[in-house]
Every structure is written in structure tokens, then in C-alpha cells.
């Protein structure tokens, strides 16, 4: 069964950058579209970006946008989320998520077409 494992969250300052990677453990990951999300403390779980298979459909959150840059790597089954000016508010646990077998361009903001998940990495931003 296809794993994801994401890497790269942290502490950093208010204004600062970190990079998350997430590792598909098969090769489903050329046949999905991903995404990333997050949960904040007392909060639901977010959309955040997604990203298509193509590359060409990378829809974010009204609240990233700008700021964080998604990206895929179909050699490496790895797909990023560059994040950058970071605020307070963007801590959160942050999940990747795979939708398996989409269309070229599907790239959704919906959690529940998600059908893969990982365990999450922890991004704490202080002020």
C-alpha cells in the first residue's frame, strides 16, 4: 500500500522559511494528484495547495497564496511546499495527501477525494 512521508517541518521565526518535502513510497504518485493541508491547535484540517499531475493546475488557499509555492518531482516521487514570510498563524500540523488515479489536470481543494494521507509534520512559526 502506498505510504506518504513528509519531512522538513520546524520551528522558525515570524518572516521565515522552511521547505517540506513529501515522499510517495510507490509509484502511484505519477497517477495522483496531491495535496497538502493543515490542522491548527482547536481547529479543523485545511486545504492549503494542490497540485496536479501535469504540474499546470496549482490551485492555494486565499491565505497562502503568494507566499507558498507547491511542486512535484515525478523522479523522485516527491512533492514540496515551499513556504515563505511565514506568520503565527501558518502553525499547524501540515499533511500531504494523495488522490490516486485523476485526470492529467485535477488538482482539488476537497479533502474528502483524498484517499491517501500522511502522518503529518509540525510547523510552529513564532512571533
Known amino acids: 500500500q502506498v505510504q506518504l512521508v513528509e519531512s522538513g517541518g520546524g520551528l522558525v521565526q515570524a518572516g521565515g522559511s522552511l521547505r517540506l518535502s513529501c515522499v510517495a513510497t510507490?509509484?502511484?504518485?505519477?497517477?495522483?494528484?496531491m495535496g497538502w493541508f493543515r490542522r491548527a491547535p482547536g481547529k479543523e484540517r485545511d486545504f492549503v495547495a494542490a497540485?496536479?499531475?501535469?504540474?499546470?493546475?496549482?490551485p492555494y488557499a486565499d491565505s497562502v497564496k503568494g507566499r507558498f509555492t507547491i511542486s512535484r518531482d515525478h523522479l523522485k516521487n516527491t512533492v514540496y511546499l515551499e513556504m515563505n514570510s511565514l506568520k503565527p498563524e501558518d502553525t499547524a500540523v501540515y499533511y500531504c495527501?494523495?488522490?490516486?488515479?485523476?485526470?492529467?489536470?485535477?488538482?482539488?481543494?476537497?479533502?474528502?477525494?483524498?484517499?491517501?494521507w500522511g502522518q503529518g509534520t509540525q510547523v510552529t512559526v513564532s512571533s
Open positions: 510507490e509509484d502511484t504518485f505519477s497517477k495522483s494528484a
Open positions: 497540485i496536479s499531475r501535469s504540474g499546470e493546475m496549482t
Open positions: 495527501a494523495a488522490e490516486r488515479d485523476t485526470t492529467w489536470n485535477t488538482a482539488r481543494r476537497i479533502s474528502g477525494y483524498y484517499d491517501v
